[in-house]
């Protein structure tokens, strides 16, 4: 198969649900699309649509300098392109597997192994929303062949090049994925208390957005006291918010719902008043994240 080098064209590798979406959005934006997968009946519909299904793994690499990825880890990349690692060279790799930051790095060093310039990139997206600006996707690495490529890639979404460091799109990623999970989870916890009085979670939910919604606007004040390593209490100490924090460990234990998430809450606020940093603002914590967790604690 020729090789295309038209800065439009480009070979996704990986059709999961993902894939095609992102296969998808580059057809749909008038791209040469080639793709490939292990199961070539999931390019049916990409077919259908004008994507080219190649025949083998070497036919999909060689077809197109650009080459996104999309695959279930950085293990099973690598296994997939071994095999053709002579044919990487001169190309660019954009991978969009999720992963560490460490894996990311290391996936870099080894296709600057085989002569091609490596993209690492995270998704935060659900496929459906692939290739509107409502999908954010993140890409580190060269920024001269991110640059050239950006108008394949902001086809899937909105892009952002964060830098040259290879694992900084996963570590936005898993921070991102923290922070979802931190703000379901308080959720959970709000909707079993009020549970327990028989109020529905829906009767909640509108509260619950304006509460997250509000929290969400002090955080350039916290990001700016976190980079700055001062925290004065604008409005609560972290020795009055250890109060509350008491309040509902309390309420869950009393109504028999889980009391371990604001127990943890807890601790780290003992910990922080215990390392003299009652009188902080809220945002002082910080220094009890930057700490490595103790095994068995």
């Not at 300098?65 to 880890?73: G, M, R």
């Not at 459906?128 to 640059?147: K, N, Q, W, Y």
């Not at 050239?148 to 900084?168: A, I, K, N, W, Y």
């Not at 006291?225 to 234990?253: C, K, N």
């Amino acid at each position: 198969m020729t090789t295309n080098n038209p800065t439009n064209s480009v070979t996704v590798l990986g059709l999961g649900l993902m894939g095609r979406a992102l296969a998808g959005a580059l057809r749909r934006d008038g791209h040469a699309t080639t793709v490939w997968n292990r199961t070539a009946a999931k390019a049916d519909d990409l077919v259908a649509e004008g994507a080219t299904l190649a025949a083998s793994i070497r036919d999909a690499v060689s077809a197109n300098t650009l080459i996104i990825a999309c695959v279930s880890d950085y293990e099973a990349l690598r296994d997939l392109l071994d095999p053709v690692g002579d044919l990487l060279d001169g190309r660019v790799l954009v991978n969009l597997t999720s992963g560490t930051s460490a894996e990311a790095r290391e996936t870099a060093t080894w296709a600057a192994g085989h002569g091609a310039a490596y993209l690492d990139g995270a998704i935060m997206a659900v496929p459906a929303a692939i290739g509107t600006a409502e999908a954010v996707l993140l890409h580190s690495g060269p920024r001269e062949a991110f640059d050239q490529h950006e108008p394949v890639l902001r086809s899937l979404g909105t892009t952002t090049h964060l830098g040259e460091d290879h694992g900084l799109s996963s570590l936005y990623d898993v921070a991102v994925l923290g922070l979802m999970w931190s703000i379901l989870n308080g959720f959970l916890q709000g909707a079993a208390l009020l549970g327990a009085a028989g109020v529905p979670a829906s009767a909640f939910t509108e509260l619950a957005k304006v509460s997250a919604t509000t929290v969400a606007g002090w955080l350039p004040a916290y990001a700016e006291q976190i980079d700055q390593g001062a925290y004065p209490a604008f409005d609560s100490t972290i020795d009055t918010h250890l109060g509350a924090m008491a309040h509902l460990v309390d309420e869950s234990e009393a109504l028999g719902v889980s009391a371990e998430l604001p127990a943890f809450i807890k601790a780290l606020g003992e910990r922080a008043v215990a390392a003299g940093r009652g009188g902080d603002g809220y945002a002082g914590l910080i220094d009890q994240f930057r700490k490595p967790s103790e095994v068995g604690a």
